[in-house]
Nanobody, 113 residues
Framework: VQLVESGGGLVQPGESLRVSCAGTGFTFSNYAMTWVRQAPGKEREFVSS???????AYADSVKGRFAISQDNAKNTVYLQMNGLKPEDTAMYFC?????????WGQGTQVTVS
């Protein structure tokens, strides 16, 4: 199982960004996918998830601004981030729980400044 994030970058407050997570080594459509972020000096925090039926969940801090989606044909999950704020600055990781283990990507940096 391998997860690779991409799409991070430096944006100004109020702008948008879409990060992606491509998965290999497992049947993508069978597992929930989660986005987690970690800001400097802080613990990792849940951002959003999407389960097998495609039901999304969001942290209160991003609700109404972020949208998670997935493309099973491309084995990719996306996080569309709108109205970005400086407090959204963090390393963004995708995660899945598969075959009894948790798998993480290497992360993609999002900086809002």
């Amino acid at each position: 199982v391998q997860l690779v994030e991409s799409g991070g970058g430096l944006v100004q407050p109020g702008e948008s960004l879409r990060v992606s997570c491509a998965g290999t080594g497992f049947t993508f459509s069978n597992y929930a996918m989660t986005w987690v972020r970690q800001a400097p000096g802080k613990e990792r925090e849940f951002v959003s998830s999407i389960n097998k039926p495609g039901i999304a969940a969001y942290a209160d801090s991003v609700k109404g601004r972020f949208a998670i989606s997935q493309d099973n044909a491309k084995n990719t999950v996306y996080l569309q981030m709108n109205g970005l704020k400086p407090e959204d600055t963090a390393m963004y990781f995708c995660k899945t729980d598969c075959r009894g283990s948790s798998f993480w990507g290497q992360g993609t940096q999002v900086t809002v400044s």
